[in-house]
Structures are given as C-alpha cells and as structure tokens.
C-alpha cells in the first residue's frame, strides 16, 4: 500500500484526536503567498494535556525540526535574511516526500495547532497533497484566536505583540524552532482561561470559533 492510499484510508476513517498530545508548529516560507510560496522548513513542539488534572506541560523532547530540499533556488536575499536558511543548507534539505512522511508520522492523530493557522495549514497541505498524494486528517486551531478570546480586551492581533504582552521573549524571531517554543509559552499563559472553559479538544474547537464573535479595535 502506497503512503498515499495509506493517508486517504486515514482520512476516510472516523476522525480520531489524541486529546492528550497536541503538537504546536510553525513554517518557514520563501514568501507570504501560501499559493504560490516554497515551503523551506517546519518545526513543531508538543505539549501534554492533562485534562482531570487541567496541567498543560510543554515537552521538549517530543519535537520535530527539519528544513526541506528545494530543487531550485527558493528566497531572495532578504528573505534569507530574514529566517536564516541559506541556500546551502536549501539544497540540502531533506527531500520533500521524505520530510512530509516524517512529519505526518511524527503528528500522528495530535491535533495541531500554530499562531495564525490559516498560513501554516494552507501551506503544509498544499505541499503534502502535491508529494504525498492526500491531505493530512488532523484538525487544526489557531492560537490566535484562542488569545483573542481568552483575553478580550488586550489590544493584540501579531505574534510580536502577543509575546510582549505576555513578556516572552523569543531571542531568534522568525526561525521556526524558536518561533514555535514561544508560541508553546503563549499558550501556557492562556491555558487557566481555556480550562476554565475547556474539559476537551472539541471544547478548544468551539472556544476559538468564538473569536469571530468578537469586536476588535
């Protein structure tokens, strides 16, 4: 059986979650166009949910970090500049195919979850659609709204301003490893407010759907 027929027969079962293991991720591209823009690199971090217990715990053992081979020269200067992967180590990335697979297989049935999602889920499953085949099953919140939501009259929407409302500092803004461990502590700093509302990943759900219902200045 192909990978591929492997992650449709995954989609087309029951959707499961590990309500327990959520993996938090970020994505470094060679532009803001999820359409159009090379996938460079993702990093990811779970997080253990205790939920009679209502403990989050950040694991940095459980984590994920790879950069992507790109067949040809993918970011400008600036670009490059700005995340840090040259075009060495582009082109010596990790084959793309390869790399999905160890990233479907490292997700596994965790939901997922990256500040701004939209971004990160377009992108990612745009390229595993493309090289594995079929889409990943696994259901995606953004932490964003989770902020919003949870804290209604902090005048915030960037990740920068989040973390300096919260005072985390992140010393290597915009390189995905790092970008996604302070996303893990923004989501420590908000995790009282989500128990207090929370008892399950399907609550989490409807606790970010809320946000649209939100006035924001």
């Given at each position: 059986?192909?990978?591929?027929?492997r992650?449709?027969?995954?989609?087309?079962?029951p959707?499961?979650?590990?309500?327990?293991?959520?993996?938090?991720?970020?994505?470094?591209?060679?532009?803001?166009?999820?359409?159009?823009?090379?996938?460079?690199?993702?990093?990811?971090?779970?997080?253990?949910?205790?939920?009679?217990?209502?403990?989050?715990?950040?694991?940095?053992?459980?984590?994920?970090?790879?950069?992507?081979?790109?067949?040809?020269?993918?970011?400008?200067?600036?670009?490059?500049?700005?995340?840090?992967?040259?075009?060495?180590?582009?082109?010596?990335?990790?084959?793309?195919p390869?790399?999905?697979?160890?990233?479907?297989?490292?997700?596994?049935?965790?939901?997922?979850?990256?500040?701004?999602?939209?971004?990160?889920?377009?992108?990612?499953?745009?390229?595993?659609?493309?090289?594995?085949?079929?889409?990943?099953?696994?259901?995606?919140?953004?932490?964003?709204?989770?902020?919003?939501?949870?804290?209604?009259?902090?005048?915030?929407?960037a990740?920068?301003?989040?973390?300096?409302?919260?005072?985390?500092?992140?010393?290597?803004?915009?390189?995905?490893?790092?970008?996604?461990?302070?996303?893990?502590?923004?989501?420590?700093?908000?995790?009282?407010?989500?128990?207090?509302?929370?008892?399950?990943?399907?609550?989490?759900?409807?606790?970010?759907?809320?946000?649209?219902?939100?006035?924001?200045?």
């Amino acid at each position: 059986m192909s990978w591929g027929d492997r992650l449709r027969g995954w989609f087309d079962a029951p959707a499961s979650v590990d309500e327990t293991r959520w993996v938090v991720l970020d994505v470094e591209t060679s532009g803001l166009d999820a359409q159009r823009d090379q996938l460079l690199a993702i990093a990811a971090i779970a997080v253990q949910v205790d939920w009679p217990a209502r403990r989050l715990s950040i694991t940095p053992g459980d984590s994920f970090e790879l950069v992507l081979r790109q067949s040809e020269v993918a970011s400008a200067r600036d670009n490059i500049l700005l995340h840090g992967i040259g075009l060495q180590r582009q082109r010596e990335g990790e084959p793309m195919p390869d790399g999905l697979r160890a990233f479907a297989r490292f997700v596994g049935s965790s939901p997922l979850l990256a500040f701004h999602a939209p971004f990160d889920q377009a992108m990612i499953g745009r390229f595993v659609l493309e090289h594995l085949g079929a889409a990943l099953p696994n259901r995606w919140v953004d932490i964003e709204q989770l902020c919003a939501v949870t804290h209604e009259k902090v005048r915030a929407r960037a990740l920068d301003e989040w973390l300096a409302h919260f005072s985390i500092v992140c010393a290597n803004r915009h390189q995905a490893a790092a970008d996604t461990l302070a996303e893990c502590e923004l989501l420590l700093r908000i995790w009282p407010q989500m128990a207090g509302q929370c008892t399950c990943w399907r609550d989490v759900e409807k606790l970010a759907a809320q946000q649209r219902w939100i006035a924001r200045a």
